[in-house]
């Protein structure tokens, strides 16, 4: 299971750090990704990392302002939010995509096949 974790009730321009930890299970082969949940999209892609921990992607809007790490001996993968904006708003959840190799850090949405609750970040103006 993939819980998240840190959300909560912020103004724009403060910062925030998101956890998901995985339990019952070892993700040494997985990419791990944050996605987001707002009124627009279902499931809107902002960030994912690869095995090995270098190799990161991000959603446009993002890039510069957020940062995800991992940490395979705690199973957890972290996002880092600086800069939070009103259009950050919505609810977050880790999601992880098996894969062959510890240098992919970006996989479709639709390979992603274990996903986890969400923490909800409200960003005020």
């Known amino acids: 299971q993939l819980q998240a974790s840190g959300g909560g009730t912020v103004q724009a321009g403060d910062s925030l750090t998101l956890s998901c930890a995985a339990s019952?299970?070892?993700?040494?082969?997985?990419?791990m990704g944050w996605f987001r949940r707002t009124p627009e999209k279902e499931r809107d892609f902002v960030a994912s990392?690869?095995?090995?921990?270098?190799?990161?992607y991000y959603e446009d809007s993002v890039k510069g302002r957020f940062t995800i790490s991992r940490d395979n001996a705690k199973n957890s993968v972290y996002l880092q939010m600086n800069g939070l904006k009103p259009q950050d708003t919505g609810l977050y959840y880790c999601?992880?995509?098996?894969?062959?190799?510890?240098?992919?850090?970006?996989?479709?949405?639709?390979?992603?096949?274990?996903w986890g609750q969400g923490t909800l970040v409200t960003v005020s103006s």
């Open positions: 019952g299970r070892i993700l040494t082969h997985h990419v």
């Open positions: 999601a992880t995509a098996f894969v062959g190799s510890q240098r992919v850090g970006y996989v479709p949405t639709s390979q992603y096949r274990d």
């Open positions: 990392i690869s095995v090995s921990g270098d190799i990161t």
